[in-house]
């Protein structure tokens, strides 16, 4: 369904406010909103309606258009109610940038409007009856298949392929999901073959937490009825989705609610093992813990719930404290290779964190009536992982037997004073003198005092070499000659912001 169709329906009754040059755009959705900057839930091609509740002035109706006409949608119907008429800046806005704008009588309900534009733009409904009727994605990818005389496969920004029509190439997911964090959806993408990926809005947070839709076929070749069918496979896998997010969270709040009990003390690991058992986790199988944080818990609970789906292994997760944690149950040959796959999958999915950081932290392998150390583990990790300087950091209880486990355990406040008692002398001097004290001892130390070769790194004398030494040990009161000395200065720069 085309613009100039809407406007052509007498049961509507639109009003053009400007310009028709732009009335053959497909409209390929409604979005009904009252924000003045909507444009992180449009995916472009919408008809948007609003109740101008937003409007105050010029200003706000450039800022509106502006937004919504980056977002790419078809065009503007504007309600009447509260205004009585669509405002001329508003109008103006419209025929500045370009966009199709409509007033909408006040006897005719946005609801009443969306309604029929929805009856009206989507020619089949077999997808979604096939959904309410209980089928499964793969059913679901199948009809659409059929109806576009095309594969389909719908992926996972954390980078498992959750269903498809035949199996997809490696290089083909791993393009596919870089592909997917450049930029607004539907577009065609070239593979080995023009390949086109298809918004599934779920609302799922951070975008490395999203699903998407792989359609074969080059999108500038589409009519406007394989269009509409792509419009209904990705409202239909979004309902999926929320399905498959819903058992998620029913068996994640009982998991929750189990963990926070053993973590206080008022349950035992053998109450929480039983829990467990009712959440599909068998309790005589060895599991590990994975505990993660980016951005807020609920973030850290939907993202870390699609990485583990995506190693294919029996889990629950579930959000605790600042974070969430995942509890994988698997033979213990498999559940050995959980950190590799961790890591592969950190690593695809690193692209869609946006400006968030990922911390995650690996238990060792043990019983479910040891999941409190397991989890004590896990949480360590996690901490020792939130001091690298990475994006998206992953660490393994093997790694606690490092150094690295004290400084990440201590607090900020103490962490800063130890750093300062030791460091602030020479980061003063070096700051007043323009001098390269610290870069000096840090040189020094990472290659166990050898002079030859510090100084070789450094560009300089050994004499000179020789002098900066004495100069810091002068400053601070300390003989770097003594071991106890120079592990107190190496813990000190690994606290160093610049570390």
């Known amino acids: 369904m085309r613009l100039r169709d809407l406007l052509a329906d007498d049961e509507l009754g639109l009003v053009l406010l400007n310009d028709a040059d732009a009335l053959e755009r497909p409209v390929r959705g409604v979005y009904i909103t009252d924000l003045i900057d909507p444009r992180r839930y449009l995916t472009g091609g919408e008809l948007v309606l609003s109740g101008l509740v937003w409007h105050g002035g010029p200003e706000d109706s450039e800022q509106f258009v502006r937004a919504i006409v980056d977002a790419g949608v078809a065009g503007l119907a504007a309600g009447t109610a509260r205004l009585g008429h669509a405002p001329p800046d508003l109008v103006a806005a419209c025929r500045e940038h370009g966009l199709p704008a409509f007033e909408v009588p006040i006897t005719v309900s946005f609801n009443a409007l969306a309604e029929r534009i929805q009856w009206r733009a989507a020619p089949r409904r077999e997808l979604i009856s096939a959904v309410a009727a209980g089928a499964d994605l793969d059913r679901v990818l199948r009809m659409a298949a059929d109806d576009l005389g095309a594969d389909c496969w719908v992926l996972s920004a954390a980078g498992w392929v959750v269903g498809g029509t035949t199996e997809l190439p490696e290089r083909s997911r791993r393009g596919a999901l870089t592909e997917f964090t450049r930029g607004r959806l539907p577009r065609t993408w070239r593979a080995a073959e023009p390949h086109v990926l298809w918004p599934v809005e779920t609302g799922a947070e951070p975008t490395a937490a999203q699903w998407f839709a792989l359609i074969s076929g080059d999108l500038v070749e589409w009519d406007e009825h394989r269009q509409a069918v792509a419009t209904d496979l990705g409202t239909v896998v979004a309902l999926v989705r929320a399905r498959v997010d819903e058992a998620r969270r029913i068996a994640g709040r009982s998991v929750e609610a189990a963990l926070r009990r053993l973590l206080d003390g008022s349950s035992s690991p053998t109450e929480v093992a039983a829990r467990l058992e009712t959440a599909g986790l068998p309790a005589d199988e060895p599991l590990r813990a994975v505990a993660m944080s980016v951005g807020a818990p609920a973030e850290s609970t939907t993202l870390l719930r699609e990485i583990a789906a995506a190693t294919g292994m029996a889990s629950v997760t579930a959000p605790l404290g600042d974070g969430a944690v995942a509890l994988f149950v698997d033979d213990p040959e498999h559940l050995a290779d959980l950190e590799h796959q961790l890591r592969r999958i950190v690593a695809d999915a690193e692209a869609g964190l946006g400006e968030r950081r990922l911390a995650m932290g690996i238990s060792d392998i043990t019983a479910a009536t040891a999941l409190r150390g397991a989890l004590d583990e896990a949480a360590y990790a996690r901490r020792l992982a939130e ?50 004290l610290v870069r000096t001892l840090r040189v020094f130390l990472d290659n166990n005092g050898s002079w030859s070769r510090c100084a070789q790194l450094l560009h300089v004398h050994v004499n000179t070499l020789r002098y900066r030494v004495q100069r810091v040990e002068e400053l601070t009161g300390r003989d770097l000659s003594d071991f106890g000395a120079r592990v107190d200065f190496y813990l000190a720069l690994r606290m160093a912001p610049d570390a």
């Open 387 to 436: 001091q690298r300087r990475g994006r998206a950091e992953v660490a393994a209880a093997a790694e606690l037997a490092s150094h690295e486990v004290l400084l990440a355990s201590a607090p900020d406040e103490l962490r800063r004073s130890y750093r300062d008692r030791l460091l602030s002398a020479i980061v003063d001097y070096d700051a007043a003198h323009g001098s390269e």
